[in-house]
């Protein structure tokens, strides 16, 4: 393994790294750990402002909604198409504990993501200290990690855990101490009960160690020694490692399928469901004979439904190039200078002196490979697909930031003004690119259809004022219907359903009724005129209805104000239609 010797080595003792105040030396703080806390600090912060002002995404709210499901009626089970049930149970408490808005559903992946700087230190005997500096500016500013640490979704819990679980099987390889064995464990586990693509993960770390063992028989027969024989030697001292860690890979896994078992185990009396009738993790607190049923369903039963929706239901059946297309249109927008640090790093580190080092090359080899795979593999074009590649290669780009800055420096060593200016104005370039990227796409147009970094099921609009206003309609109306919902596409007339409101196409009408749950509101549905017309003694203080579908509305309640909206990026103009005894119109008077 190639070693790190230069003026920014951890190992190298300079006047710089003996000068540290009486106050860090004392509380054993050095100042790279100071930086990066710094910038962890930042990174919370620039991901908690305004947490809650973006209407919530589709996928948001039918989480969201079956969170506060579970929440009134205990029942819980795994249900492939929403992913792992992680948000489930943290989210529960979350809402205890702080109420149920917008930012406290992002609450939880926002702290993640602000904290996920601090893997890089986890690095520090592998990179430099300009890289590991780097490396935590980077995971703090990207646009895309940005915008998606702010979204309440699988994809970046699995990303951000996966990070830390890499960090820390490396510190595991360097000191050999059991506790990152099982931390790192526990974070692939977490991240498992965040999102399934963790299996893409794991794939992706055996094809790059392939190839750092590649690197090694290589190099081998560069020295005139016989490849077989060295990989025969590798076989032996893994094989002697496995069995002496055995009894700690043991726990490991025990650890693991505990920490599944507890997430993915079904709760409630799940009455009414394909599970009716299955022993839940209640059931075997009170009666511990029945846990083995319950591991099994946890394990077992969760990978059948996975397997049998995400691997042959059909969802990868899509053309390649367009996904990989809106891909690359991603990272363009999201993470382009990352992307090319990533490429300059990983070059100038891979035909170095001392030879490419294993944590680069195989992030950078990680990363690649998520470009080409992900459009494989997922189901709708979605650009927090491209945080599983991001992040894997921010490490190589720390890289190539470090290599700008080592021109810089050699350049004023040898009073090269021309060079230090380029060195410079390339540093300036990239810090604000990015620094107008985030601003302009994470927080001056969070929703705007011209962002890329949005999905297409995001409301285009911001409906918050018009959800304010619903939200106070419906407290200061006593009984009957809150909120009316009129016309084919909002209405499937439906008078069961496991999903709340169940007259509503509830699929359509999302994100909307995450807000009707939240703010308790009686909802109700009118599929034409004729429905609609039952409502002109008891008019209802709101009607939500499409734009082809206003003026019908308007001929029934002509005194309502209305106000339009985008239900998705483009294509779904929705119309509120507000009641003005319980909604004073914007700018009226009196």
Not at 67 to 91: A, E, K, S, W
């Amino acid at each position: 393994m190639a070693t790190v010797e230069d003026d920014d080595s951890p190992s190298t003792t300079d006047s710089s790294h003996q000068s540290e105040t009486g106050f860090l030396t004392r509380y054993g703080v050095d100042r790279l750990t100071l930086a990066v806390g710094a910038v962890v600090a930042f990174a919370l912060l620039i991901r908690l402002f305004a947490l809650g002002e973006r209407t919530a995404h589709w996928d948001e709210a039918r989480v969201g909604w079956w969170i506060l499901d579970y929440m009134q009626t205990g029942d819980m089970y795994y249900r492939p198409i929403i992913h792992g049930p992680f948000y489930h149970h943290v989210n529960a408490l979350v809402f205890d504990l702080f109420g149920v808005s917008d930012a406290n559903m992002r609450l939880v992946v926002a702290l993640l993501g602000g904290l996920t700087p601090l893997a890089a230190l986890g690095l520090r005997e592998r990179l430099r200290d300009v890289e590991v500096g780097a490396l935590a500016l980077l995971l703090a500013v990207n646009p895309l990690l940005l915008y998606y640490s702010r979204f309440m979704r699988g994809d970046p819990l699995v990303a951000f855990f996966m990070l830390f679980a890499f960090v820390l099987f490396v510190r595991l390889i360097d000191t050999g101490r059991r506790r990152y064995l099982f931390a790192g464990v526990a974070c692939v586990a977490l991240a498992t009960t965040a999102k399934e693509n963790v299996l893409i993960y794991l794939v992706t770390w055996l094809g790059a160690t392939v190839l750092l063992l590649d690197h090694r028989l290589l190099y081998a027969t560069e020295q005139d020694q016989k490849w077989s024989t060295l990989l025969w030697e590798y076989v032996k001292t893994t094989a002697y490692k496995l069995w002496h860690w055995l009894p700690s890979l043991l726990f490991a896994i025990l650890e693991f399928v505990a920490i599944i078992v507890y997430f993915y185990a079904p709760r409630g009396d799940l009455e009414g469901t394909d599970l009716e009738g299955t022993a839940t993790f209640g059931d075997a607190l009170n009666d511990p004979t029945l846990f083995p049923a319950v591991i099994e369903e946890a394990v077992v039963g969760s990978w059948k439904r996975f397997f049998g929706l995400w691997v042959n239901g059909g969802h990868q059946d899509h053309s390649y190039l367009p996904y990989l297309g809106d891909l690359l249109e991603t990272l363009g927008y999201g993470a382009l200078a990352l992307c090319l640090l990533a490429v300059l790093g990983f070059v100038v580190d891979r035909y170095a002196e001392d030879g490419p080092r294993d944590v680069v090359a195989f992030s950078f080899y990680a990363g690649f490979v998520s470009v080409l795979g992900y459009p494989i593999i997922t189901d709708i074009q979605a650009p927090w697909a491209g945080m599983h590649a991001v992040v894997p290669l921010a490490i190589p780009a720390a890289v190539g930031v470090a290599v700008i800055v080592r021109w810089g420096r050699s350049a004023l060593a040898r009073d090269d003004s021309l060079s230090v200016g380029l060195s410079a104005m390339l540093l300036l370039v990239i810090v604000g690119f990015v620094a107008f990227s985030a601003g302009q796409w994470v927080y001056m147009q969070p929703q705007s259809d011209e962002n890329k970094l949005v999905q297409y099921a995001q409301p285009a609009g911001n409906l918050q004022p018009s959800l304010d206003r619903m939200a106070a309609a419906s407290d200061r109306h006593d009984n009957g219907t809150d909120v009316l919902l009129y016309g084919s596409f909002f209405v499937d007339g439906a008078e069961e359903a496991d999903r709340q409101p169940a007259c509503a196409k509830w699929f359509n009408s999302l994100p909307l009724p995450w807000y009707f749950e939240k703010q308790n509101s009686t909802v109700s549905c009118a599929d034409d005129s004729a429905e609609l017309s039952e409502y002109e003694s008891d008019p209802p203080p709101v009607i939500i209805t499409r734009q082809s579908e206003k003026d019908t509305v308007r001929q029934e309640f002509p005194d309502y104000w209305l106000a339009t909206y985008e239900l998705r990026s483009y294509g779904t103009e929705t119309v509120f239609l507000f009641h003005p005894d319980y909604a004073t119109e914007p700018n009226a008077t009196g």
